[in-house]
């Protein structure tokens, strides 16, 4: 085999991934888990530099990580970014929704205008990203969508008198924001399922669970490494996995 036909072989078989919000938190441990499992990861960050500074962390570490400018919520940000990749890799395998947003406010002083932030980040930034990525991971073999969501979003747990999330009263528009986007990984996955085009690409969203990062003042009781284990494994299911689920590292959670 000559020399460029094992460079194509190689590109082949390499796996790249897209982390959005990957320079800090459960994004930067999945960017890092799914480099550990050898694939090519773009670790997206809002902020160029910072997101410049966590890939070279990881590549300086021996894992092929590369920073990629992304803001979800921009338009021109998120098509620049999806150019980026086809040329550089000509297709995309794994997509993690990672990048996330939380404004804390009690639920009798939130307004409708308030509640575009979170919105606007957490649920058009992930349909923004979708719709620009989709054709690239077309392009896949086995591509992969990982929506992550929260416990917070569970109707089983926010309807449990007493609970913690009961009482999250400061989350309601966040924890809309995610129920939102579980809806919108459930219709992703019927219509991919329609689409013959489409039929491989598995979508599910997972929960990291209460893990201690500045979303959540760092009271969580799981490390970055553990609320990364969800996103990596929905990434990296095979062909007879489920689609359209929803999932924590131990498997189904209610919705």
Known sequence: ?????MNDAK???????????GNKGVGLATVRQLAERGMTVLLGSRDAQLGADAAQELA???????PLQIDI???????????YVRSTFGRLDVLVNNAGVIVRKQATEVTAEGMHTEFETNVFGTVRVIHAM???????KSPRIVNVSSDSAMF????ETGSMFARSHESFSYSA???????????????FLDDPALAHVKINAVTPGYVATDLNGFRGVLTTEEGAR??????????????????????PVPW
């Open 156 to 159: 089983a747990r926010a309807t």
């Open 134 to 140: 989709l054709p690239l991971l077309r392009e896949s």
């Open 177 to 191: 924001s995610k129920v939102a986007l579980n809806m919108l990984t459930v219709k992703y996955a019927n219509a």
């Open 60 to 66: 300086e570490a021996g894992l092929t990580v590369k």
């Open 1 to 5: 085999m000559n020399d460029a036909k």
């Open 230 to 251: 969800a996103s990596v494994h929905w990434a990296t299911v095979g062909d007879e996995a489920p689609t359209g689920g929803f999932f924590d590292e131990n498997g």
């Open 73 to 83: 919520t921009d338009d021109t940000s998120v098509t620049t970014a999806a150019e």
């Open 11 to 21: 590109m082949n078989d390499a796996k790249y991934a897209l982390v959005t919000g």
